[in-house]
């Protein structure tokens, strides 16, 4: 009786190691695959973003000086 409880607990625990074993690779594998995703979709984002960046042509600010305002220059 003893025996036979030994190798059934074997035996589960076996079957139990190997089904996490399988189900850690699947788990790692949906991983690397959405990594890959999500860099790409940064990577396109980035490249966008920088496009659109070059594109735009920086603003010029306009400064409206008053007459007395201006230091006057001694002679």
């Not at 076996?14 to 860099?39: E, F, P, W, Y």
């Not at 790409?40 to 070059?54: F, M, P, V």
């Given at each position: ?29 949906v991983l690397r695959r ?39 220059e001694k002679n």
């Amino acid at each position: 009786m003893g025996l036979t409880n030994f190798i059934l607990t074997v035996a589960g625990v076996g079957a139990v190691v190997m089904l996490l074993k399988s189900d850690v690779k699947q788990s790692v594998t949906v991983l690397r695959r959405n990594v890959k995703h999500i860099r790409h979709w940064l990577e396109e984002e980035t490249s966008a973003a920088s496009k659109a960046a070059q594109s735009i042509k920086p603003k010029e600010i306009e400064t409206k000086v008053q007459g007395k305002d201006i230091p006057k220059e001694k002679n």
